[in-house]
Nanobody
Framework: QVQLVESGGGPVQAGGSLRLSCVASGDTSSNYCMAWFRRTPGKQRERVAYIDSNGRTLYADSVKGRFTISRDNVENALYLDMSSLNPDDTAMYYC??????????????????WGQGTQVTISS
């Protein structure tokens, strides 16, 4: 059984930076696509970025150039480095694991394993 635990969220002023971490326990094979999603009240979860089993990455247009996703397969960890944060980035951030290695679905309901989330709040 896999568990994902996020950390690193918190309050930050606009323009600041944060690093989110997601540590996996249980079946920690690196052969899966991993993604970061975020959700604000009343909205669907939005995929922010993914990294597949080959290390290929993709970002939402809203975060491109500001966020960087990475993974450490030795530490069984996934990271999201966020910079130039603005109030629109305020959300609960979740890491999720796809059932596939090189296919990273765009829809949140295709990801079977989720962390509990970490709140990011950006003040202007």
């Amino acid at each position: 059984q896999v568990q994902l635990v996020e950390s690193g969220g918190g309050p930050v002023q606009a323009g600041g930076s944060l690093r989110l971490s997601c540590v996996a326990s249980g079946d920690t094979s690196s052969n899966y696509c991993m993604a970061w999603f975020r959700r604000t009240p009343g909205k669907q979860r939005e995929r922010v970025a993914y990294i597949d089993s080959n290390g290929r990455t993709l970002y939402a247009d809203s975060v491109k150039g500001r966020f960087t996703i990475s993974r450490d397969n030795v530490e069984n960890a996934l990271y999201l480095d966020m910079s130039s944060l603005n109030p629109d980035d305020t959300a609960m951030y979740y890491c999720a694991r796809s059932p596939w290695g090189r296919f990273c679905p765009g829809s949140w309901f295709d990801y079977g394993i989720w962390g509990q989330g970490t709140q990011v709040t950006i003040s202007s």
